[in-house]
């Protein structure tokens, strides 16, 4: 009486693609809402006047209250999309770099969107808005890292994918050459934090982003097609082969 040997199954985990749509909608619902209850009033540039600034946190601490809440709701599922993706790079033979490069740029990016949200709560607080000096420097560390930092780590996460998705074959090319220049763009917006007219970059960056990896979530296959041959006459099935690494 043989033993039969049973193979490991996979969990392929949450669709990359619509996780890709929950952060996505999360977070522009959180611009949307927040620009509502706040009349039309949009979020002061950290780049405007002391006045400007202590007073729309002031007049509308309720607007920002949420938009804190949506994005930080919204950097949860773009963790988990980093950390799923980066495996299911793994499963497609992917060895090189990409998957790791995918998965701490999600990550970070999440983590940063996270933070800056934490300020954002900060800056609805009563307290706060006492101390003008300190709303301006909260202004400042949530855009610092909600804005620049939060683009710069989005598009590492954009890159981790594109590249190997196209070195292997993973993403049309037309969709993974423009997730490169996505990429590229985002990581060019680091200047921002020294010349303003750079600024424009980051919601040009942002969004595209988000766009691409949505794309890319649901057209990113969960296996690869693998060449059968024979060996002593028997013909090897991708039961039995593994991938070959991609470098």
Same mark, same amino acid.
């Given at each position: 009486?043989?033993?039969?040997?049973?193979? *490991?199954?996979?969990?392929?985990?949450?669709?990359?693609?619509?996780? !890709?749509?929950?952060?996505?909608?999360?977070?522009?619902?959180?611009?949307?809402?927040?620009?509502?209850?706040?009349?039309?009033?949009?979020?002061?540039?950290? /780049?405007?006047?002391?006045?400007?600034?202590?007073?729309?946190?002031?007049?509308?601490?309720?607007?920002?209250?949420?938009?804190?809440?949506?994005? /930080?709701?919204?950097?949860?599922?773009?963790?988990?999309?980093?950390?799923?993706?980066?495996?299911?790079?793994?499963?497609? %033979?992917?060895?090189? *770099? %990409? !998957?790791?490069?995918?998965?701490?740029?999600?990550?970070?990016?999440?983590?940063? =969107?996270?933070?800056?949200?934490?300020?954002?709560?900060? =800056?609805?607080? *009563?307290?706060?808005?006492?101390?003008?000096?300190?709303?301006?420097?909260?202004?400042?560390?949530?855009?610092?890292? %909600?804005?620049?930092?939060?683009?710069?780590?989005?598009?590492?996460?954009?890159? %981790?994918?594109?590249? *190997?998705?196209?070195?292997?074959?993973?993403?049309?090319?037309?969709?993974? /050459?423009?997730?490169?220049?996505?990429?590229?763009?985002?990581?060019?917006?680091?200047?921002?934090?020294?010349?303003?007219?750079a600024a424009f970059l980051l919601p040009v960056a942002r969004f595209t982003a988000?766009?691409?990896?949505?794309?890319?979530?649901?057209?990113?296959?969960?296996?690869?097609?693998?060449?059968?041959?024979?060996?002593?006459?028997?013909?090897?099935?991708?039961?039995?082969?593994?991938?070959?690494?991609?470098?």
């Open positions: 009486m043989s033993a039969q040997r049973t193979r *490991p199954q996979r969990q392929g985990g949450p669709p990359p693609g619509v996780l !890709a749509v929950v952060f996505t909608v999360l977070f522009a619902g959180g611009i949307a809402v927040s620009t509502a209850l706040a009349g039309g009033a949009v979020f002061p540039s950290p /780049f405007g006047s002391p006045q400007e600034i202590l007073a729309f946190f002031s007049e509308h601490h309720n607007a920002v209250q949420v938009s804190a809440l949506l994005h /930080f709701a919204a950097s949860v599922p773009m963790a988990i999309y980093a950390a799923t993706v980066s495996v299911r790079l793994r499963d497609l %033979g992917i060895r090189a *770099p %990409g !998957a790791t490069i995918a998965l701490a740029g999600g990550l970070l990016a999440a983590g940063l =969107l996270t933070l800056s949200a934490l300020l954002e709560w900060a =800056l609805s607080r *009563p307290a706060a808005l006492t101390e003008p000096a300190l709303v301006r420097v909260l202004h400042d560390l949530a855009f610092a890292t %909600g804005g620049v930092a939060h683009v710069v780590f989005l598009g590492l996460l954009v890159a %981790g994918v594109a590249v *190997p998705g196209l070195l292997a074959g993973l993403l049309p090319r037309p969709l993974a /050459f423009a997730g490169l220049a996505i990429a590229a763009v985002a990581e060019v917006s680091t200047l921002t934090l020294l010349v303003t007219e988000l766009a691409w990896l949505i794309a890319a979530g649901f057209l990113l296959p969960r296996t690869r097609a693998r060449k059968t041959g024979s060996s002593h006459g028997r013909v090897t099935t991708s039961e039995d082969r593994k991938e070959e690494p991609v470098t």
